[in-house]
Nanobody, 126 residues
Framework: QLQVVESGGGLVQPGGSLRLSCTTS????????IGWFRQAPGKEREGVMCISSSGISTNYAHSVKGRFTISRDNAKNTVYLQMNSLKPEDTAIYYC???????????????????WGQGTQVTVSS
């Protein structure tokens, strides 16, 4: 019943923008921290940006600082990842994941998150 579904991936030119959506169901989104992660071929899954259940705190990878923005709309059960100034190295499968907000909001790492979506492919290429 608890589900996480990503959407919005696709092909984009370098320097372009893309907005990913993470739609949730089966739980109260406002009670969960949400994270965006990505995995490129041959690489380990890494944290991109995470946001606390309150929306006050965020953690992010240095590689996306100033380019990506995470936001949440609890009324729509959706978390967004706005990606600007995209680079070829941003190419990866992007995953959305959730964890209970009762836990301490810490590092944006995959092992800290419990419920995962299926992923959406983002390809940045000219």
């Amino acid at each position: 019943q608890l589900q996480v579904v990503e959407s919005g991936g696709g092909l984009v030119q370098p320097g372009g923008s893309l907005r990913l959506s993470c739609t949730t169901s089966g739980f109260t989104l406002a009670s969960y921290a949400i994270g965006w992660f990505r995995q490129a071929p041959g690489k380990e899954r890494e944290g991109v940006m995470c946001i606390s259940s309150s929306g006050i705190s965020t953690n992010y990878a240095h590689s996306v600082k100033g380019r990506f923005t995470i936001s949440r709309d609890n009324a729509k059960n959706t978390v967004y990842l706005q990606m600007n100034s995209l680079k070829p190295e941003d190419t990866a499968i992007y995953y959305c994941a959730a964890r209970s907000g009762l836990r301490l909001f810490g590092a944006c790492v995959p092992e800290a998150y419990d419920y995962w979506g299926q992923g959406t492919q983002v390809t940045v290429s000219s």
